[in-house]
């Protein structure tokens, strides 16, 4: 699955692609499957042609998360979950389930926290 994104223009929020139209949240944003390469084109195609609503419209890969989409990517997954993944600002306020598996699919990529040194002979 794939989904169109890009920034908005007037205040640079991340905004997908829905039926012709941008929206804020990830969860309301249209899917295209494999099949639907030609139509996952012509959208990035439109959104394209309107360089006074979006920066640079592309596409992401999704994966799925406990039922959920996801982007595969891990920056993408904190664009889609906003400026903060605190549950009480920005777009986690409204998110729910939508927003708790992205969390989990974002915690899944994150690290350790633990650095192999290298030593010197």
Do not use: C
């Amino acid at each position: 699955m794939r989904a169109l994104t890009a920034n908005r223009l007037t205040d640079g929020e991340v905004v997908f692609w829905s039926d012709g139209r941008w929206v804020e949240r990830f969860a309301d944003a249209q899917l295209f499957g494999q099949d639907q390469a030609d139509a996952a084109e012509a959208a990035e195609g439109h959104a394209k042609a309107q360089p006074t609503v979006v920066i640079e419209p592309y596409l992401i890969d999704l994966t799925q998360s406990e039922g959920y989409w996801a982007p595969v990517s891990y920056r993408e997954r904190i664009r889609a979950l906003g400026p903060t993944n605190h549950l009480h600002h920005g777009k986690q306020a409204e998110g729910g389930a939508v927003v708790e598996a992205l969390q989990h699919a974002a915690g899944a990529a994150r690290s350790t926290g633990r650095v192999n040194l290298i030593r010197r002979k």
